[in-house]
């Protein structure tokens, strides 16, 4: 019992001589009962109620985010500067970051931007694959940064478990207090969001906030002199604002796209350098909450991946990037155009390269100019959170639920995590 989450202990105490669930039987009589009653995620998320129409409570989620970047902004900069002092103090000279899910993604946004930021060469490894084939790399000056917004995700633990047998340092970065992934680090950096339901929206974006502030500290306390990070703490003090600047101004426009394309039958998004992470939880966002097929694409794997996938029933989404780099984005809308697929342009910049894509794509959503292209993937993480919820909206499901108001889903939520593991 006490290695279980809270909202599994709280079920269990309820049921003191029910069976405790299995991957052979991974839904017993009065667990069945109780999700029956309350679908399992709503469950998990320890939400105060359940919904039956918009706006569901992972709309309010979606809306109260630039104001956790702001507090984010405005308490955590001491935090991480002493976390990057650690570092320095290791001797780290590589990271790995990892995590399973959402959370490999923010890992992926890790192996992009330290880098570039802080000046460790950085590597994403998905927790399974780290658990269980780890790189062959100097362990004692290797850190080890784990991803995980419950922090119970098993996978991760085990991953996290692995690295400091080998003598790694490890930093858990999580969304909850006193979790299975902390405990198995050396040192935590923790914001709670008590995200209340829905797939994980919340949890990502202050974890990526964090973690480009944090390289932002190594980089500094190194002396690191990277190109693109002098601006970052003015770029990121602007985040909040650029995020409620979209909702406030972009929403009824997400809407009107979703209810022109529920019935699409994939989303393909498109996105470079530090977008390509916005791409991979965008599909996912899209997959969790409107339960449709998405898949995301670096910008040249596009043009020799999924040209033979285009038609009207395929959505192309095309993230603008920086510079020269935006040239091959706005080919992949024009090929998309060819080939009969609705596009829509993410754009950010305000300056020729969103022009460009304004142009060539039938539909254009707008983040205020403001951002660095480091930093954007923060406030365009509510592009895709708002799109999916709108779409599952449309397409009569529950946002909120992970599609576990549906037996066979809880079902197959438990063959995966039992009680205990998520």
């Known amino acids: 019992m006490d290695t279980l989450p809270r909202w599994a202990s709280q079920l269990k105490q309820r049921h003191p001589d029910g069976a405790m669930p299995t991957r052979e039987a991974p839904i017993p009589t009065w667990l069945a009962d109780e999700t029956a009653r309350t679908p399992l995620w709503y469950i998990i998320r320890g939400a105060r109620e359940t919904r039956q129409e918009h706006p569901f409570l992972l709309h309010e989620e979606i809306h109260r985010q630039p104001d956790q970047w702001g507090e984010i902004l405005t308490g955590y900069w001491p935090v991480v500067e002493l976390i990057a002092e650690r570092i320095e103090e290791w001797g780290i ?19 992009f931007t330290i880098p570039r930021i802080g000046g460790l060469q950085t590597t994403a490894v998905e927790s399974f694959e780290l658990a269980n084939y780890f790189p062959l790399v100097d362990y004692g000056m290797t850190l080890v940064i784990g991803h995980s917004g419950t922090g119970g995700s098993i996978e991760t633990v085990q991953a996290m478990q692995a690295a400091a047998a080998r003598g790694c340092k490890t930093l858990a970065v999580t969304n909850t207090k006193e ?5 198995a680090s050396d040192v935590s950096l923790t914001y709670v969001t008590s995200q209340e339901c829905g797939p994980c929206t919340s949890v990502i974006s202050t974890r990526i906030l964090l973690q480009t502030m944090l390289a932002a500290a190594i980089g500094e306390r190194s002396g690191f002199e990277g190109a693109e990070r002098g601006a970052v703490r003015e770029s990121l003090a602007g985040v909040p604002d650029i995020g409620r600047e979209f909702l406030t101004r972009e929403e009824e426009a997400v809407r009107d796209l979703a209810e022109r394309y529920h019935t699409a039958e994939s989303w393909l998004l498109v996105g470079s350098g530090p977008n390509y992470f916005s791409a991979r939880e965008g599909t996912l966002k899209i997959e969790e909450q409107a339960i449709l097929v998405g898949k995301a694409y670096r910008t040249g794997d596009f043009h020799h991946d999924a040209l033979s996938l285009l038609g009207p029933d395929r959505v192309v989404v095309a993230i603008e990037a920086a510079g020269q780099a935006n040239d091959r984005v706005v080919d992949a809308v024009r090929a998309a155009n060819e080939g009969h697929s609705p596009t829509v342009a993410v754009v950010w910049s305000g300056d020729r390269t969103a022009e460009e894509l304004h142009v060539v794509a039938d539909h254009t959503l707008q983040l205020s100019p403001g951002s660095a292209e480091l930093t954007v993937p923060i406030p365009m993480t509510l592009v895709f959170q708002l799109l999916g919820y709108y779409l599952g909206v449309t397409r009569g499901f529950n946002p909120d639920t992970l599609r576990t108001d549906y037996e066979p889903n809880t079902r197959a939520w438990l063959t995966s995590f039992p009680l205990g593991t998520h």
């Open 93 to 111: 000279g590589r990271v790995i970051v990892t995590g399973c899910g959402s959370a490999f993604f923010t890992a992926i946004h890790g192996g």
């Open 179 to 183: 979790t299975a992934v902390s405990r």
